[in-house]
């Protein structure tokens, strides 16, 4: 299990952090199928444009990962994380701007965009700052089993925050929904401010970011392509259903956070035991399964099933990557590397909602799902030549 030894003193500290985390990411959360429901309903318009009010969160925090992993480094990964929940909830303030406007949907999506923006950079202040507080705490060894934490933290806020930000959407509309998103973070802030940070490395020599990145792509490229499946989940679950008539459109993120955080509680240790790129492998054709089960799927309850398993799959590959790319680099890069390693996973979660949204448009929603199991096929072979390519090197 994913677990930190009770006589650690810095157990209770990386668990408030992570508790802080869970709290604050229900700001990402709630909106994620708010947001396309509310696009194409009450405002009007088509996929295209619900894909690019989701994705733009993450096309954001793509060009915002590096100078985030940078601050983290220099004044230390506390000041991050700050600095991310502040935006959290600036974004939160703005996007709930776009729900007053229903009445005007251009300018309301113009709106939403630049909430979604603000939103965005706070993924990746508050994101990378976690990561690189927790990796302090519990110290390097420990990399895969902090990021396991991290990830069942934020997908066990997607798992809750699925179906609260679409009853809040029918309860309270868009602006209530988009008010309580804003206010979560509020209350991150105050827990971490007693909280004590970890050492910066503020005149260590660095190189450049793009030097950086050419050590980890490949790891990078595989969290990308996983993250396809889970991006089209978030964008296009609950509209698949709507479209389909079928009940409990709001489960689909329930079913992939459950799947997700059970396999991180269950085998969050596996990556440091038996490394990550074995662990990458299995994972990838776990996610291809699920995919095609929901694309092939006759009813609810088989979506909501190839959802769970799709939750299984994608569960350990980020933390599986990073324990790779955490022991690429020195302690003094850390925070770049996994800047720049999460950037990639923000091009698929930024890139999958526009692109299949207009897929969708074409051809329906079962077909976004299709695409996600293609990405995960082509994820299980690139793992599995860096795993040859490791043991050539070894050999």
Same mark, same amino acid.
């Given at each position: 299990?994913?677990?930190?030894?009770?006589?650690?003193?810095?157990? !209770? $500290?990386? +668990? #408030?952090?992570?508790?802080?985390? @869970?709290?604050?990411?229900?700001? %990402? &959360?709630?909106?994620?199928?708010?947001?396309?429901?509310?696009?194409?309903?009450?405002?009007?318009?088509?996929?295209?444009?619900?894909?690019?009010?989701?994705?733009?969160?993450?096309?954001?925090?793509?060009?915002?990962?590096?100078?985030?992993?940078?601050?983290?480094?220099?004044?230390?990964?506390?000041?991050?994380?700050?600095?991310?929940?502040?935006?959290?909830?600036?974004?939160?303030?703005?996007?709930?701007?776009?729900?007053?406007?229903?009445?005007?949907?251009?300018?309301?999506?113009?709106?939403?965009?630049? !909430? $979604?923006? +603000? #939103?965005?950079?706070?993924?990746? @202040?508050?994101?990378?700052?976690? %990561? &690189?507080w927790g990796i302090g705490i519990a110290g390097p060894q420990r990399t895969g089993k902090v990021l396991s934490l991290v990830g069942a933290a934020i997908y066990g806020a997607l798992a809750v925050g699925g179906p609260v930000g679409l009853a809040l959407l029918d309860r309270a509309g868009f602006a209530g929904a988009m008010a309580v998103s804003a206010a979560l973070p509020c209350l991150g802030l105050v827990a971490i401010q007693p909280m004590a940070g970890v050492a910066p490395h503020p005149h260590a020599v660095r190189p450049s970011f793009l030097s950086v990145m050419g050590r980890i792509w490949p790891h990078g490229l595989i969290v990308c392509l996983q993250g396809i499946g889970f991006a089209a989940i978030g964008a296009f679950f609950a509209l698949y259903f709507l479209s389909r008539m079928w009940d409990h459109a709001g489960l689909g993120l329930t079913a992939f956070g459950g799947g997700f955080v059970l396999m991180r509680v269950l085998f969050g240790h596996l990556p440091d035991r038996v490394g990550g790129l074995l662990v990458a492998t299995g994972s990838l054709a776990v996610e291809a399964a699920g995919q095609i089960l929901v694309w092939g799927a006759h009813g609810p309850a088989l979506a909501l099933a190839g959802a769970f398993m799709t939750g299984l799959g994608c569960s350990m590959i980020f933390p599986s990557m990073g324990r790779e790319v955490a022991h690429l680099v020195p302690p003094h890069l850390r925070g770049t590397a996994l800047g720049g390693f999460t950037a990639f996973q923000d091009l698929?979660?930024?890139?999958?909602?526009?692109?299949?949204?207009?897929?969708?448009?074409?051809?329906?929603?079962?077909?976004?799902?299709?695409?996600?199991?293609?990405?995960?096929?082509?994820?299980?072979?690139?793992?599995?030549?860096?795993?040859?390519?490791?043991?050539?090197?070894?050999?």
């Open positions: 299990m994913v677990s930190i030894s009770s006589r650690d003193p810095s157990q !209770g $500290r990386l +668990l #408030l952090l992570i508790a802080v985390l @869970f709290l604050s990411y229900l700001c %990402v &959360a709630i909106p994620l199928p708010a947001v396309p429901v509310y696009v194409t309903g009450p405002l009007g318009l088509d996929n295209v444009w619900a894909g690019l009010g989701t994705g733009m969160t993450f096309l954001t925090a793509i060009l915002s990962r590096g100078p985030a992993g940078g601050l983290s480094d220099r004044r230390g990964a506390k000041a991050a994380v700050a600095r991310g929940l502040l935006l959290y909830a600036a974004g939160g303030l703005v996007s709930l701007g776009a729900g007053l406007l229903q009445h005007r949907p251009v300018a309301a999506f113009l709106i939403l965009l630049a !909430g $979604r923006v +603000l #939103l965005g950079l706070g993924e990746s @202040f508050a994101g990378v700052g976690v %990561v &690189a698929a979660y930024g890139l999958t909602g526009p692109l299949v949204g207009f897929l969708a448009d074409r051809a329906g929603y079962g077909g976004v799902f299709l695409v996600g199991a293609a990405a995960a096929g082509v994820g299980v072979v690139l793992s599995f030549n860096l795993r040859g390519a490791r043991t050539a090197e070894t050999a």
